[in-house]
């Protein structure tokens, strides 16, 4: 089966007063149709990056210097811009991060819905557009009376809702949620974070969850990568990940997890993130790596691949064999 | 809830008509200018009848409009006929009434400010919107930078400048006057055109003197806005740049514009006045200036009174209208 969603060589800088800062770092990923993808890393690894240089909404100073980003055999860095605005809530759809800020304060809900079906469909009759959107927003367990609502009316666990309901209005094959649940509570959460998971089930979409939180991202996620100063360092299934991760990064993180054995108290890891404007040579882990080697220090790790479909960059087990 | 709103704007605009007939109610008076001796004594220059028959016509005149009584005894009966919306007549010009005056002016007024204070606003909003707006070609971005060099400039500043290039070196306009000498007014298109012409110069001056600020404040509200979550997330969902700019962008841009529009507007009366008379246009602010000059207090307390009271509803108008333009702010 080939994946729905393709990242080749992707790369995206940053050129900043203090010079050019590479925010991705040559991303290779692979998502298959109703796979389940959790990002994490640090604040600042580029996750967000990552998400806006697939929908090709990189602003400037960024840009997308090389690479692919294919979904359903359609390469969209490679489209003109009108063909790529099509290409958005169509093929691949993004939910942002700060949901309570991203609709419209002075349109009702309905409409802006409608703007974007509109968008895509011009041609639609207005009732099929109104039963569209409505079906949509009941899909995310809203009632269908939200569509003649304002934001300012919605709770934060509605308006997080109605996002949603926008990102799968148009049914696309791949669906990036960036940090979907942070400013809510905790069990707003796991209820939005159960809606997306029944939504996808229903569509069988391809969904990359970005987010800090291990913990419930593991109850939602097939699969974590792990994303270190611009770059994957580790993709491997949950059950993997949090038996025996094999990066130290992600060791570092597993084990920074609160749980019974440390109870419940947060080890943060040692040293800081590097600063993407002077990211250390060879591996970028490797002044904070307990681990590290001579050779992390020059070499850059490549991706490769271990038993299970894993990837990991890491020269620990490059080295031995 | 709505009821008692209103009820409370209108005692508003009670209290705002009080405070102004107070307060413009002294400031004449302190001058010893009698605006009826002043007009007899010029006819008595003229005319010919004598000095001692003056003092006797000015006193029964002073009497016939209670002139004669304390101060605060015409403060009060000033008070009492406005209420019964009577304004009394010119001192200077009777038997004119000062409604009469106003009635007559106010269409030079109107058409020159409403005009001119649209237009700015239209022109100022939209170029400080495109200004902001990232994807706007770089030619439309740079129309906007010459108008912003003219804020802070006088509109009379403009209009003498105006007045004398345009109309007095180049004759290209008219030097002021609200339609040809030797043509009648009426209702025909001629006749229009002609008054247009004429009020050319001075919309421009008046124009010009306000664009820029609109400009500029638009250009900051529209960078505001322009990196909201929503304007972000437009993009996100397809749209095409038009509709992310008028539905996203230009709407919530406009919201507290709308709100300075109505506190412009008091701003701009002070400077039409002065662009009016310069122009010799019969509006409200040269007949002010005329009142003025002759101390002609009732014309005095009635156009300023009109045009308070005018700004004062506007702005309460403006303040029911804005819930429809933003669902946010609920009226209870
Ligand atoms: N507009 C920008 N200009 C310059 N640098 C930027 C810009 N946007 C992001 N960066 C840099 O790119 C890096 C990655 O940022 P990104 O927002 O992708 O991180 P993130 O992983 O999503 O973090 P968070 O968890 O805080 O959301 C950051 O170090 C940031 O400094
Ligand atoms: S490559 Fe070296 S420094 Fe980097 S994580 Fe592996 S062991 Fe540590
Ligand atoms: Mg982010």
């Known amino acids: ?321 | 809830m709505k009821l008692r709103l209103i009820l409370r704007r209108v005692a508003f605009l009670i209290m705002v008509v009080w405070a102004a007939s107070t307060i413009t109610f002294f400031i004449p008076r302190m001058s010893d200018r009698n605006p009826i001796r002043e007009r007899f004594a010029e006819l008595a220059r003229t005319g010919g009848f004598s000095a001692s028959d003056l003092e006797v016509i000015v006193a029964s005149y002073s009497k016939k409009f209670g002139l004669d009584k304390p101060l605060l005894e015409q403060y009060t009966d000033y008070i009492g006929s406005i209420a019964q919306f009577d304004l009394g007549v010119s001192l200077n010009k009777f038997p004119k009434t000062v409604t009469s005056i106003i009635y007559d002016s106010l269409p030079w007024t109107i058409s020159l400010l409403f005009v001119s204070a649209i237009l700015s606003f239209v022109i100022g909003n939209l170029l400080g919107a495109v200004a902001a707006w990232p994807r706007s070609p770089g030619w439309l971005r740079a129309v906007a930078t010459p108008f912003i060099m003219f804020t802070g400039v006088p509109p009379v500043l403009l209009a003498i400048f105006l007045l004398f290039f345009l109309a007095f070196k180049l004759k290209l306009f008219p030097l002021g006057q609200a339609y040809s000498t030797g043509i009648a007014p009426d209702w025909t298109f001629s006749f229009m055109l002609n008054v247009m012409w004429h009020q050319v110069l001075p919309a421009i001056s008046m124009i010009l003197g306000s664009v820029g600020g609109w400009v500029l404040s638009m250009r900051g509200m529209g960078i505001t806005i322009q990196g909201e979550d929503y304007v972000n997330f437009a993009e996100h969902k397809g749209l095409d740049g038009r509709t992310i700019f008028r539905n996203y962008y230009l709407r919530n841009a406009l919201l507290p514009q709308v709100t300075g529009f109505a506190l412009a507007l008091g701003s701009l009366i002070t400077s039409g006045s002065v662009v009016e008379s310069l122009y010799a246009l019969p509006g409200l602010g040269s007949k002010l200036g005329e009142a003025i000059r002759a101390n002609d207090f009732l014309v005095i307390y009635g156009i300023v009174l009109f045009i308070t009271m005018s700004v004062a509803t506007l702005m309460v108008l403006v303040e029911f209208l804005y819930p429809l333009l933003d669902p946010r702010i609920k009226q209870d």
């Not at chain 1, 419209?104 to 703007?115: C, K, L, S, T, Y």
């Not at chain 1, 509605?158 to 996002?163: A, E, I, L, S, Y």
């Not at chain 1, 791949?174 to 942070?182: G, K």
């Not at chain 1, 509570?185 to 569509?203: A, H, L, N, P, S």
């Open chain 1, 1 to 321: 089966m080939t994946p729905i969603l393709q990242i080749r060589d992707l790369q995206v800088s940053y050129y900043t007063d203090l010079g050019r800062a590479t925010a991705l770092n040559r991303v290779n990923l692979d998502l298959n149709a109703g796979e389940k993808l959790g990002l994490v890393g640090e604040s600042g690894s580029g996750k967000s990056t990552m998400a806006l240089a697939m929908m090709r909404m990189i602003k400037a100073p960024g840009r997308i210097e090389s690479g692919s980003v294919t979904v359903g055999g359609v390469d969209l860095i490679s489209l003109n811009d009108e063909e790529m605005r099509l290409a958005r809530l169509s093929r691949i759809a993004y939910i942002p991060q700060g949901a309570m800020n991203s609709l419209n304060p002075v349109m009702r809900i309905g409409a802006q819905m409608v703007d974007a079906i509109k968008a895509h469909i011009p041609n639609m009759s207005k009732d099929d557009m109104t039963e569209q959107c409505m079906q949509s927003l009941e899909s995310v367990d809203l009632k269908r009376n939200v569509f003649q609502m304002y934001a300012h009316e919605l709770s934060g666990g509605m308006k997080q809702r109605v996002c949603i309901a926008i990102g799968i209005l148009l049914k696309p094959q791949v669906i990036i949620a960036d940090e979907p649940t942070s400013a809510l509570d905790v069990v707003t959460q796991r209820q939005v974070m159960e809606t997306i998971d029944r939504v996808q089930k229903e569509m069988g979409t391809a969904v990359i969850l970005i987010g800090h939180d291990m913990g419930l991202m593991a109850q939602f996620v097939d699969k974590v990568a792990v994303m270190y100063a611009g770059r994957l360092t580790e993709v491997s299934t949950v059950r993997d990940m949090f038996s025996k991760p094999m990066h130290p990064y992600a060791q570092a993180l597993i084990k920074s997890l609160p749980n019974l054995s440390n109870k419940g108290v947060f080890q943060g890891i040692a040293g800081l993130a590097p600063s993407l404007l002077r990211i250390p040579n060879g591996c970028a882990f490797h002044p904070r790596c307990p681990q590290a080697m001579d050779v992390c220090k020059t070499t850059v790790p490549d991706v490769k691949e271990y038993e299970g479909n894993r990837l990991v960059a890491c020269h620990l087990y490059t080295e031995g064999a």
